[in-house]
């Protein structure tokens, strides 16, 4: 039986400012390095070792890569060559409810809405609160193809659900018996992928990559044509409790 163990990237630099939220989400921060460093040497701990490595296009994914592939290298542990695949590249989500928050009358009336949910007794707003009510609101009217026309679209969610699963289907077809593969990318491509393995909608796949945290491995057991989750979402003894982030 063969293994596939996907990691999701450590926390990268967010910008509190809901209009500038992922400005410069593709690196990680101070926290995201120790998160990759710490998730490493438990990799290395638990005797895990790998006979390939996949890894999306992000800046956020290859120093996730770096930093366990440095934790494995002074431990003198075999690291395999990376392979670069774009298709475990993120969805477009942020880009969606950037323009649906620029979006004439359609992203004031979100933004109140936002507001009006997480504003505090004492009148305050905790803005990363609200952009993230905004996020969620958005993007499962994108999964539900229930946005305004007017809001163009790249990638919809369902060809980005299609994009994964091609990826997937190529490296299941590069995995040889017996072999641990490692996924490095992002919570869309691993929500995805186990929203593919239990065949659940896309409304629920889009919930499963709401909740995975950074720096957290989601293990797949496969064998012929058989496929089976082992476990999802699983952060590794850190010992920290402020590694348990979700950006």
Known sequence: MSRL???????????????????????????????AEALGA?????????DKVFVGPAVRHRQTMDAVASSYMRSEVPWPAPVLSEELAEHQGARVVERA????????DLIQL???????????IDQTRMYFEVYRRVTRQWARCELPASIEVEETWQ?????????L?????????????????SG?????????????????????????????????LFSGGRMSLKSFNVQPRMRVPEFATYV
Do not use: M
């Open 5 to 35: 163990i996907l990691i999701r990237h450590a926390q990268a630099t967010f910008s509190r400012d809901p209009l500038e939220a992922f400005e410069d989400y593709d690196q990680l921060s101070p926290l995201g390095l120790q998160q």
């Open 42 to 50: 438990e990799l290395v701990a638990s005797g895990t070792v790998f």
């Open 101 to 108: 928050i620029a979006a004439p009358d359609y992203g004031e």
């Open 114 to 124: 936002a507001k009006s949910k997480v504003e505090q007794s004492n009148g305050e």
């Open 159 to 167: 060809a980005f659900r299609c994009r994964v699963e091609s990826a």
């Open 169 to 185: 289907h190529g490296i299941l077809e590069e995995t040889g018996k017996g072999e641990a593969v490692g996924i490095v990318t």
């Open 188 to 220: 869309g491509p691993v929500g995805c992928t186990v929203a593919w393995i239990l065949g659940l909608d896309d409304e629920k796949a889009l919930e499963l990559a709401w909740v995975v945290q950074n720096a957290t491995l989601t293990e797949v």
